[in-house]
């Protein structure tokens, strides 16, 4: 399943980790929810986001996504001041 969604505002507990780590929260849940996007003014950063307990947990660049994972692509990405 994916979902295109024009924009995502993200807030609340953020946790960046790396993404050998972001791998590990995925397994926890049988579908987890994914959502990937782009942030940044002049330097784009690929972010890939999902959530665990409440906080928000991201991870900078490329991922591999399970397949029974729900996708949402994000054309903006706004993780706050």
């Known amino acids: 399943m994916a979902v295109d969604a024009n924009r995502v505002i993200a807030g ?9 780590e972001f791998k590990k929260f995925l ?8 959502i990937v996007g782009e942030t940044g003014g ?5 972010l890939t986001m999902t959530t665990y ?3 928000v947990i991201i991870t900078r660049g ?3 996504i399970p397949e029974d994972a729900v996708l949402v692509r994000a054309e903006t990405l706004s993780l706050g001041k």
């Not at 507990?13 to 790396?18: K, Q």
């Open 27 to 34: 397994e926890l849940k049988e579908r987890p929810l994914v």
């Open 12 to 20: 609340g507990v953020l946790i960046f980790v790396e993404p050998e």
């Open 53 to 55: 307990e409440g906080a």
């Open 42 to 46: 002049f330097k784009k950063t690929k």
């Open 62 to 64: 490329e991922v591999e």
